[in-house]
């Protein structure tokens, strides 16, 4: 005899635990006068309410802030690929013919100057956003 795979079907046992569950929250809120609240809540969010926001960031828009950002990660990256390609250069000094040792440093190479190449890359589309965004205001 065949049996059926019912595992997709919801046990009653979830069933009847998540329904407890909402009716506690639906007699909870009915008794606490929250039903009522909730009622409102569409009728309060519809009222003009004025607000203001202060802003103690020392930029006046978005480009600012996002080229601040990227002067930033320039400043700190800079040092960084400088420090990494001088490093392959000391693998490569050190490596003294080893295969596998001049292999190392010539990735390490290779990624300081991906990195470089991914920094300069960012500064430029920055910078040809920033134009394009010019040119459709003006």
Known sequence: MRSKDLSWHIRPS????????YLKIRNGLKKNG?????????????????????????????????????????????????LFI????????TAQGNAQQVQEAT????????GAVLIIGAVAISEIIANTIG????
């Not at 001088?86 to 000094?93: C, D, L, T």
């Not at 040119?135 to 003006?138: I, N």
């Open 14 to 21: 979830v069933y009847s635990h998540y329904m407890s569950t």
């Open 34 to 82: 929250l039903f009522l609240v909730m009622l409102a809540l569409p009728a309060v969010a519809s009222a003009q309410i004025q607000y203001s926001i202060e802003s103690y960031l020392p930029f006046n828009s978005l480009e600012e802030l996002i080229e601040a950002i990227l002067s930033i990660f320039i400043t700190i990256a800079t040092p960084i690929i400088v």
């Open 86 to 93: 001088i490093y392959a250069g000391f693998k490569y000094v």
């Open 107 to 114: 990735r390490a190479l290779t990624y300081a100057i991906i």
């Open 135 to 138: 040119a459709f205001q003006s």
